[in-house]
């Protein structure tokens, strides 16, 4: 069965120091997501894509996030210079459809700021 | 604004007894219907949903939730819990309405006793 996978699962990284999360979503899938979960939080939306757009961002999605989809399998979300309270998991999801569909999600990468 | 309610934070019960974990939500549209499971290490595993239609939805591993529009809840059930069911359990809302994104729960942590 197609799964989202996150690469790296764990990610330790110097305040102020930009990182990489990658998630390759499910192939057939054309909506993409990022999520996170501050540990004893919510899990909460960061960010929708869609055909090579974001199209909807929340208001965690500031300036110092961005997502790409640099090539057809991968999807990827950039912190440009990290601060503290970016300690999180990191879920990536897909759906199929452009309309409301079941979102997939993958295993998280736990992201640790020092 | 969206929310989502999951009033118990913990539930322990014992092995081969039955299972409700509540989930209550304020929508202003239409809600599409999630529960999501999270073992240890584990990313996010779709139980069931609900869209339309009968509004009582089986899920996989024996789950089912019957979503109530009078009562704004979708509880989630099972007959016989097992050992392998300990877990976190999220509910999620979305709506079309406000875009693909999902609204969580604060999540529930089952724990079985043998």
């Known amino acids: 069965e197609p799964e989202v996978t996150q690469t790296p699962s764990h990610q330790v990284t110097q305040m102020g120091q930009e990182v990489i999360l990658r998630c390759v979503p499910i192939?057939?899938?054309?909506?993409f997501y990022w999520y996170r979960q501050i540990l004893g939080q919510k899990v909460e939306f960061l960010v929708s894509?869609?055909?090579?757009?974001?199209?909807?961002k929340s208001e965690i999605f500031d300036d110092q996030f961005s997502v790409e989809r640099p090539d057809g399998s991968n999807f990827t979300l950039k912190i440009r210079s990290t601060k503290l309270e970016d300690s999180a998991m990191y879920f990536c999801?897909?759906?199929?459809?452009?309309?409301?569909?079941?979102?997939?999600f993958g295993p998280g990468t736990r992201l640790t700021v020092l | 604004a969206q929310s989502v309610t999951q009033p118990d934070i913990h539930i322990t019960v014992s092995e081969g007894a039955s299972l409700e974990l509540r989930c209550n939500y304020s929508y202003g549209a239409t809600p599409y219907l999630f529960w999501y499971v999270q073992s240890p290490g584990q990313g996010l595993q779709l139980l069931l949903k609900?869209?339309?239609?009968?509004?009582l939805v089986q899920g996989i591993k024996g789950f089912e939730a019957e979503f109530k529009r009078s009562q704004s809840s979708f509880n989630l059930r099972k007959p016989s819990v097992h050992w392998s069911d300990a877990a976190e359990y999220f509910c999620a809302v979305g709506a079309r309405e406000y875009g693909n994104k999902l609204v969580f729960g604060a999540g529930t942590i089952l724990r079985v006793k043998s």
């Open positions: 999801a897909s759906s199929v459809s452009v309309t409301m569909d079941t979102q997939y």
């Open positions: 192939s057939n899938h054309l909506y």
């Open positions: 609900y869209f339309s239609g009968d509004t």
């Open positions: 894509f869609y055909n090579n757009e974001i199209s909807e």
